[in-house]
């Protein structure tokens, strides 16, 4: 038996370990890579869609990936996280693109003014992509009552909501999503729960904001899977 892994990585909040033994299915790795049989992947989740795959990746590159129970019986026994990433659409028996990202998360959001306002997702000034989120959104209106920027919250599980945010081109350049993002990020601390914020890599401005809010680039990845035509 390999030893484990926990003794080398970096020790994380009790909230996110809580959070990412529901999300993912098991933490922290137990071997590079850590492929779980976990029955939420087979669940529809906060928007109710079944998304087969939940990994997340330390810095060190080793990993625990989530996926639906009989998926995860049929891995070979010491695949490689490449290896995995790319046998993805043939063992879920399904079209789809199988994506790295960037993992943060915030314990410690920074200060600032609450540039936001919560609206429930049926307000009319509340724009269609936030509709899925359900409930409350986090909106910043302009001088003329119009949406320029908002936050949705993803809530994966009662440890672990999701943020993601979005700004209106004309209202771009303001730093309003940093500044919505920390607002969010507090609330849902208040709440009892850890925030966590995903981008691709290439996304740079979604990084500046994600770093200027408070959620630093630990070196952390996360693995998905959207199922679907690739490209």
């Given at each position: 038996?390999?030893?484990?892994?926990?003794?080398?990585?970096?020790?994380?909040?009790?909230?996110?370990?809580a959070?990412?033994?529901?999300?993912?299915?098991?933490?922290?790795?137990?071997?590079?890579v850590?492929?779980?049989?976990?029955?939420?992947?087979a669940?529809?989740?906060?928007?109710?869609?079944?998304?087969?795959?939940?990994?997340?990746?330390?810095?060190?590159?080793?990993?625990?990936?989530?996926?639906?129970?009989?998926?995860?019986?049929a891995?070979?026994?010491?695949?490689?996280?490449g290896?995995l990433?790319?046998?993805?659409?043939?063992?879920?028996?399904?079209?789809?693109?199988?994506?790295?990202?960037?993992?943060?998360?915030?314990t410690?959001?920074?200060?600032?003014?609450?540039d936001?306002?919560?609206?429930?997702?049926?307000?009319?000034?509340?724009?269609?992509?936030?509709?899925p989120f359900?409930?409350?959104?986090?909106?910043?209106l302009?001088?003329?009552?119009?949406?320029?920027?908002?936050?949705?919250?993803?809530?994966?599980?009662?440890?672990?909501?999701?943020?993601?945010?979005?700004t209106?081109?004309?209202?771009?350049?303001?730093?309003?999503?940093?500044?919505?993002?920390?607002?969010?990020?507090?609330?849902v601390?208040?709440?009892?729960?850890?925030?966590?914020?995903?981008?691709?890599?290439?996304?740079?401005?979604?990084?500046?904001?994600?770093?200027?809010?408070?959620?630093?680039?630990?070196?952390?990845?996360?693995?998905?899977?959207?199922?679907?035509?690739?490209?």
């Amino acid at each position: 038996m390999q030893p484990a892994l926990e003794a080398t990585l970096e020790p994380v909040p009790d909230l996110l370990r809580a959070h990412l033994e529901l999300w993912v299915g098991a933490w922290p790795p137990t071997r590079p890579v850590t492929v779980v049989g976990n029955p939420s992947r087979a669940r529809p989740g906060w928007d109710g869609r079944v998304m087969p795959v939940a990994g997340v990746v330390t810095p060190d590159g080793s990993a625990v990936v989530g996926l639906p129970p009989d998926v995860a019986a049929a891995v070979p026994a010491g695949s490689s996280l490449g290896d995995l990433i790319t046998a993805l659409p043939r063992l879920l028996g399904a079209p789809g693109t199988a994506v790295r990202g960037v993992f943060r998360w915030s314990t410690d959001p920074t200060p600032g003014p609450d540039d936001g306002v919560w609206l429930p997702v049926d307000d009319p000034r509340v724009p269609p992509w936030l509709h899925p989120f359900g409930g409350e959104v986090l909106v910043a209106l302009d001088g003329d009552d119009r949406y320029a920027a908002g936050v949705g919250l993803k809530r994966h599980d009662a440890f672990g909501q999701e943020i993601a945010v979005g700004t209106a081109e004309h209202a771009r350049g303001r730093g309003l999503a940093r500044r919505l993002v920390a607002q969010a990020a507090r609330r849902v601390l208040a709440e009892g729960a850890v925030p966590t914020y995903l981008h691709d890599p290439r996304n740079e401005a979604s990084a500046r904001a994600a770093t200027a809010a408070g959620f630093a680039d630990r070196g952390w990845q996360v693995v998905g899977f959207f199922p679907g035509s690739p490209g």
